[in-house]
């Protein structure tokens, strides 16, 4: 049984950093595309970040330059720094139910390209 379990999630002030971890179990075959998306209740889930082959980075614009996302194994993180009122959300780990997706399709972010999901993981940050 596939398994994603986020951990990490917490309340912050502004400015302020935070480390998501993701651990992924119950696959019988790698996941070349993993990806952490967020969602404020009453708004879509918006894609965050993704990681392609362990090593190709994609992040939505509001995530550049202030979030990075890492790959070990078969656990990614999300290393969230200079945070926001607005990243406030319920963050979620996920990846493809295919084995294998195209740098095209990982890099787009899109929910719906995602079958697999964890439980997610509150960040509050607060101004």
């Known amino acids: 049984q596939v398994q994603l379990v986020e951990s990490g999630g917490g309340s912050v002030q502004a400015g302020g950093s935070l480390r998501l971890s993701c651990a992924a179990s119950?696959?019988?075959?790698?996941?070349?595309?993993m990806g952490w998306f967020r969602q404020v209740p009453g708004q879509a889930r918006e894609g965050v970040a993704v990681?392609?082959?362990?090593?190709e980075t994609y992040y939505a614009d509001s995530a550049k330059g202030r979030f990075t996302i890492s790959q070990d194994s078969t656990n990614i993180y999300l290393q969230m720094n200079s945070l926001k009122p607005e990243d406030t959300a319920k963050y979620y780990c996920?990846?493809?139910?295919?084995?294998?997706?195209?740098?095209?399709?990982?890099?787009?972010?899109?929910?719906?390209?995602?079958?697999?999901w964890g439980q997610g993981t509150q960040v509050t940050v607060s101004s």
């Open positions: 990681i392609y082959g362990g090593t």
């Open positions: 119950g696959y019988t075959d790698s996941r070349n595309c």
């Open positions: 996920a990846a493809p139910r295919l084995g294998w997706v195209s740098t095209t399709r990982c890099a787009a972010r899109r929910e719906a390209d995602f079958g697999d």
